[in-house]
C-alpha cells in the first residue's frame, strides 16, 4: 500500500505562482509513475503532469507546458508541482497519484494510488 498526502494548495491571483507537495509513504519502492492531475467542478479528472520515477521523464499536458515542472525528491520520499503564471482556468482540485506499473503511465486508470487532494483557486 502507497498514502499520499497533499499540501501547498491556496488561494492565488493570476500569474502568481504556487508549488504542491506529495508525500509519500509505504511501498515507495514500487512506484514508477508518479503524477499529478486535476479536477474542476463539473468537469472529468484530467492528467495535469507525470514523471517516472526512474529516468525521471516528464509528461505535460497541453495546457500547463512552460509553465508547471513536476519534479520528485526520492531522499525525501516527495513529489512536487511547481506551478507559475497561474490562470483561473487552473482552478481545481489537484490530486497526486501512484503507479505500480513498470511502464510509463500517462491515463488515470494505471494510477493505483490516490491523495485526497488539495485545492487551489486562481483569481483574475
Known amino acids: 500500500q502507497v498514502q499520499l498526502v497533499e499540501s501547498g494548495g491556496g488561494s492565488v491571483q493570476a500569474g502568481g505562482s504556487l508549488r504542491l507537495s506529495c508525500a509519500t509513504y509505504?511501498?515507495?519502492?514500487?512506484?514508477?509513475?508518479m503524477g499529478w492531475f486535476r479536477q474542476a467542478p463539473g468537469k472529468e479528472r484530467e492528467v495535469v503532469a507525470v514523471?517516472?520515477?526512474?529516468?525521471?521523464?516528464?509528461w505535460y499536458a497541453d495546457s500547463v507546458k512552460g509553465r508547471f515542472t513536476i519534479s520528485q525528491d526520492n531522499a525525501k520520499n516527495t513529489l512536487y508541482l511547481q506551478m507559475n503564471n497561474l490562470k483561473p482556468e487552473d482552478t481545481a482540485m489537484y490530486y497526486c497519484a501512484a503507479s505500480f506499473r513498470r511502464n510509463f503511465v500517462v491515463v488515470a486508470a494505471d494510477f493505483d494510488f490516490w491523495g485526497q487532494g488539495t485545492q487551489v483557486t486562481v483569481s483574475s
Open positions: 509505504g511501498y515507495t519502492s514500487e512506484t514508477y509513475s
Open positions: 514523471i517516472y520515477t526512474g529516468s525521471r521523464k516528464t
